[in-house]
């Protein structure tokens, strides 16, 4: 039985709507999870994430154990208390992160061998020790099992025996959670863009059984396209009764295009990293505020945004803050930029529980694609 | 008759705690306020600033001039309306960040002419300009007069022309600036650490007659006991009835000497700067979060504030955040200081109503000097 109760609202085609519910509050989705990674969603107060209509944040496992260490986050009281956000938190396993950031010394079937990229110590992440920084010492609300990730380009082969090697250690994470009621575990779905390895992955995910499931190894290079291509047939082999999470997606339109395939949950740092590099996003495509046109414009980024940072200030200000390399302007751009990830967000449940989703994609896409700055 | 009525509601001593009324609110004395330089009090928003109680800010008219250029907020609808800030603010005349930011082509009696430090092109000022720039484009509610500064070490007789020059250059401010209801000029003493000069350059002020009078060229290097022996005589050469402004001024404990001698108003850049490098002021003295005692310090930088800042996140996830170079961190000791600032002004008008500002300030003396990271 599964940790947090999913309820599907409203359907339209593939694409569902409903609430994820935790001990710590709802998560309506489909959801997009700002990044916090190191323990803060990049220049924003937890008050200022909360107003953009977040239910979950995102921390990384990575960052988070090698500074300030999962154990003295735990000693301090665990993520929540540390960082001051009472809502859930869902953790990575690192994997991702090994990968990206790390030089990784040694994978085998036993653990992953890695040195910090911050001052190059050597640290050893094995499935178990995952669980135990996540759950344990973190206390996240949504735990990920530790996967394998391959580098593109792969061959099918080494695709394969990634796959394969992240399912067991998906059993081994299954194993090291055990039986929780306050927290939740998570598998991850890999095969790259090959569907019968998508379909083998599955399954094996399926026969351990998780809290909700997982769509790895996208979003790592292989273009929209290519994405969407793999989002046909991916999201329908995961258990449709449990939450879909789509890792690391991304832009507004993949975001849109995956939740009419069937994710329920996103994540991303575009927002934040965006908007930190003077970038907004709009309905219209986004647009970069060091642009000379909008130098004395008065009109706000969303007049109807929840949020000030949308509503309360001209572009030309922002223009300004952006220009003079003002913090004040990679606050407000970040600001902005996760209130606007939320407001797609809202719309898209809203659309189809009205049965409109797709009219929605259509409209979205036509704007994103007739937008001038639509380059990021 | 002087544009703003000043109430001094109660005195001790020399010290004087009162109100100075303006069309955008009362601000109380003493005062501090906070640097927005360049249309953005550093990393924070204006509701940010406003929750620790500041009544008035400070903007900068060399940097305004240079970018977005006083003409283009002029076009936004003037200062206030461009960085959302609806209280009071007083600006600069230019003439400081002229004579220690950009390099000087030439000073004349008509004018300065100088290079920009930002792209090196060619600007004058003339206390006209500075006028035009304040009152007319910017709107700012309390003026300056544009002064010339001599870098130190200064012989007497450079001392005392640059005094003379400024004082002619207050008239021709005066003249400029006219009669005004809704705005206010302040004159600029100078004269350095020579007594007969600072008398000098009071008496060519009282008779051009302003609505305020700002002590100007300390803080620039000659060191705590030099600056507290000029306020020792200085403050009492101007007006009593009107507001006095020791400008760029500076550590709480130059603060509370320069109360303790009659100064009103002050300004400086040191709560948001020592902020962004990991600083945080308390009655103590000042901390270095990035110290590694307050790695697992859980309380936090001040129980008692009424912003969240100060109040709600520990030292430990403070010294996490300087320690990861979090844009976070920069904001939330930002936004810590300048409360704490706000605190001590509050803290010495209650005092000074209640006549004890003479045992706070043997006691802050003690404690400033007991601290052991005291150094700046």
Request: glycine content about 8%; proline content about 4%; hydrophobic content about 40%.
């Given at each position: 039985m599964a940790a947090f109760p999913f309820t599907i609202a409203a359907t339209e085609g593939r694409a569902r709507t409903g609430v994820l519910a935790t001990p710590r509050g709802e998560i309506r989705t489909p959801a997009f999870m700002p990044v916090g990674t190191a323990g803060t969603v990049k220049a924003l107060t937890v008050e200022q994430v909360a107003a953009t209509g977040a239910d979950i944040i995102l921390g990384n496992t990575y960052h988070l154990m090698l500074r300030p260490t999962a154990e003295r986050v735990a000693r301090m009281g665990g993520l929540h208390r540390f960082m001051r956000w009472q809502k859930p938190i869902l953790t990575d396993s690192g994997g991702f992160q090994v990968m990206s950031l790390s030089k990784i010394s040694k994978v085998t079937e036993e653990a992953v061998t890695f040195q910090s990229h911050l001052d190059g110590s050597r640290h050893v992440l094995t499935p178990e020790r995952s669980i135990e920084i996540q759950a344990d010492l973190l206390g996240s609300d949504i735990v990920m099992q530790l996967d394998e990730l391959t580098s593109l380009p792969a061959t099918e082969a080494r695709t394969a025996e990634a796959m394969r090697r992240s399912a067991r250690w998906g059993a081994r994470s299954k194993a090291a959670f055990g039986a929780r009621d306050s927290q939740a575990l998570f598998g991850i779905q890999q095969g790259g863009t090959t569907e019968h390895l998508r379909g083998e992955s599955a399954e094996r995910l399926r026969e351990i059984g998780f809290d909700g499931y997982a769509i790895g190894g996208?979003?790592?290079?292989?273009?929209h396209e290519a994405m969407v291509e793999v989002l046909d047939y991916a999201p329908e082999m995961l258990p449709p009764e449990r939450p879909r999470y789509l890792m690391g997606v991304g832009k507004p339109i993949d975001i849109v295009e995956a939740v009419w395939r069937g994710v329920d949950m996103f994540d991303c740092v575009l927002p934040t990293r965006s908007g930190r590099h003077g970038q907004a996003w709009t309905w219209d495509g986004p647009i970069n505020?060091?642009?000379?046109?909008?130098?004395?414009?008065?009109?706000?980024?969303?007049?109807?945004?929840?949020v000030s940072a949308s509503r309360d200030y001209s572009k030309a200000y922002l223009h300004h803050l952006v220009k003079s390399d003002e913090i004040l302007g990679q606050v407000l751009l970040s600001w902005h930029n996760i209130a606007f990830f939320q407001a797609l967000m809202a719309e898209m449940r809203a659309a189809i529980a009205e049965g409109r989703l797709e009219t929605f994609r259509r409209s979205f896409r036509s704007r994103a694609l007739a937008s001038s700055d639509s380059a990021t």
């Open positions: 996208l979003a790592v290079g292989e273009g505020l060091k642009n000379a046109r909008f130098a004395e414009d008065d009109s706000p980024l969303d007049e109807a945004s929840a």
